[in-house]
């Protein structure tokens, strides 16, 4: 059987974010070739990107609204930002005049922080000092620095803290862990990144120690 003329191309595409968001990486690019041909039969179809890398398959000619054609899929998944935002095209073999525009995937992954939490685990046992673990974790769109600060609602904040986001779960998260031994204490924290002043819900450390019983005395009970 000889092999049906192309006589049409376009293509299209798709982005999905895996990170759950709007915006950022981890994205997927679906590249979508859609082709029309004289008759039904196999030919070759061929997606080309910008980055000179061609995808090529041979498909079967299928019947479609009165007219003949054929599509194939691919994808790309980005997680960490392109160089640039890469384009793609549907290229019909044997009649270059015939292929499609390029169309650009405005692929955006720079790095922002887009949210910040904090968290203290206390010991629930009665004893003083206690061992306080606190997390700082951080959200952003891509891999990178992110540079933050605890801020107590009433006193000094620290000196300035920098953490590397890595890819965990299709999300860039950045992860600050300190473990450290606690006296009393009832006061209100939080963290607050630098770069763009995202912060999180205030969150209160409280440590209670059991009242000290002198030498000699019992402890009252009810």
């Known amino acids: 059987m000889n092999t049906p003329e192309i006589t049409s191309s ?29 008759y039904p039969g196999k030919f070759f179809a061929v997606i080309q990107n910008s980055y000179d890398k061609e995808w090529t ?5 299928v019947k479609a609204k009165g007219k003949t054609g054929g599509s194939f899929k691919v994808s790309e998944v980005f997680e960490t930002i392109p160089v640039y935002s890469p384009k793609y095209r549907a290229v019909a073999v044997g009649h270059p005049d015939l292929n ?3 169309v650009n995937a405005n692929v955006k992954c720079q790095f922002k922080v887009i949210k910040a939490t904090l968290k203290y685990d206390v010991p629930s046992k009665e004893s003083c000092s ?8 951080f959200v952003t ?3 990178g620095k992110v540079n ?41 924290f939080r963290v607050v990144e630098l770069g763009s002043d995202v912060k999180s819900k205030w969150k209160r450390l409280k ?14 009970s009810n």
């Open 207 to 220: 440590v209670d120690c059991p009242p000290k019983v002198k030498p000699g005395e019992k402890e009252l």
């Open 148 to 188: 933050f600060r605890l801020e107590p609602r009433d006193g000094k904040a620290s000196k300035p803290i920098t953490i590397k986001s890595k890819l965990k779960d299709n999300k860039h998260v950045a992860v600050y862990k300190r473990t450290w031994k606690q006296d009393k204490i009832n006061k209100e």
């Open 10 to 38: 376009k293509l299209l595409l798709t982005k999905k974010h895996l990170n759950g968001l709007d915006e950022g990486c981890p994205v997927k690019i679906t590249a979508t070739a859609i082709y029309e041909t004289t």
């Open 130 to 137: 206690k061992d306080v673990e606190m997390t700082a974790r």
């Open 141 to 143: 769109t891509a891999p």
């Open 100 to 102: 499609s525009q390029w």
């Open 57 to 61: 398959e041979t498909i079967e000619a």
